[in-house]
């Protein structure tokens, strides 16, 4: 009896395998690089999966793998990269599974926008760029207003995300998106003022659990940096029943049926309105701190919606644990990743803070306006997200990310 994960999140490898090992299952994970997760695979047994390496991003390599697979009891798509892909392959293999025509739309944030927009759940439809009527700027000041947003329909990690507050910045975003890999097109949503959140959920058949409301603190404009992420907010009781029924209603309005979804949503003056749908759980540490939080290996609905059963999360009692938080290290400079300054310091520090690496020495960090720029994470508990937040931000002043300039590369000589 396999799971199989087609890639994975940067953590929660170990949670899901001991997951999948609650319900009898064994997971094998495909990837086309093991090195990725080996803060995840040095804490596990050698046993505890297979892992296989392929190219994952050969659709037809991965069918064949999963043609060979012993009874295939179910496939984890948990990516932003791979759900398409993961989403056509369930269907093809008739696994238990979203539709895969709601996960394709979850991934076009320019879709999700007019569906809102056509259910009374956002302010405006999208304007994508490259309409063959034209006029993109004159639609954007018309539709969106200014300031507005220009990014990625398909984008992940905060990266191509332009600022725009008039039509010269419109066109100077345009130019400089020329120049960039789009996983998707372009388009523009007005810029939604307010403190930025992420709802946690798990849907079933329809129905919502709100598990928690995890805050995202961002560098300031025109930057749309991640930087300080705490769980669960504590929003007062009618508040958060509120949001668990507007969340209902904005995943309804896409046809999200099951599974998690991580909600990115602005708070503005006229209420919460989406930013993006994720159709996963959240990552970097999010997940980490769900289990942690809620006192419950939350990745056991990962795996049984994978399943197609009904997860015991959705009616159980969670016991509760500690509010966490953490802190995404950024080097101070672009260049080549060095090492991390003030690690031993951490142990003096409350909040039993701790250092989760994500790059490697030797590894390059190119782009620091985005996720794509932190080389790992500074992680801390509290009673309240408030006070996890404080202890986050303490412990991570205490610690460098330390990068070299990129050696000048001379030409071989013949």
Known sequence: MTL?????????????VRATDALGERLRLLTRDPSYYRYE???????????TVVDTFDTEAVAALLAST????????????????????????GLPGLDPAVLRRTRDKAAVRDLLHAAGLARSRAVRAGDPAGGFAARVAKE?????????????????????????ALEAALREATGRTLKGGLFAEPHLAGPVYSAESLTWEGTTRLLGVSSRLMSPEPRFREEITAFPVAFPGQTAAELERWLGGVLAAVGYTDRFAHVEFALTAHGPEVIEINPRIGGALVGEGMCRALGYNVYEAVAETALGRRPRLMDARLPGGPAVAFVLGYPARPGVFTGVDGLDRLADLPGSPAWYP????????????DSRG??????????????????????????????????????VRG
């Open 4 to 16: 199989v994960s087609l890639e994975s999140l940067s953590f929660g490898l170990g949670h899901l």
């Open 41 to 51: 695979l040095d804490r596990l047994p050698a046993d505890a999966l297979e892992v």
């Open 70 to 93: 012993p009874d295939l009891r179910g496939l984890i798509g948990s990516t932003d990269t791979w759900t398409e892909v993961a989403a056509e392959l369930t269907a093809r293999f």
């Open 144 to 168: 969106t207003g200014f300031p507005a947003v220009v990014k990625d329909t398909a984008g992940t990690g905060s990266q191509n995300v332009w600022l725009v507050r008039d039509e010269p």
């Open 358 to 369: 994500v790059r490697e020495v030797g590894d390059r960090i190119e782009h620091l306006d």
């Open 374 to 411: 932190y080389a790992g994470i500074v992680y801390a508990e509290a009673e309240t997200a408030e006070l996890a937040t404080h202890r986050a931000v303490a412990a991570a002043n205490t610690v460098r990310v330390l990068t070299e300039e990129v050696p000048e590369e001379r030409p």
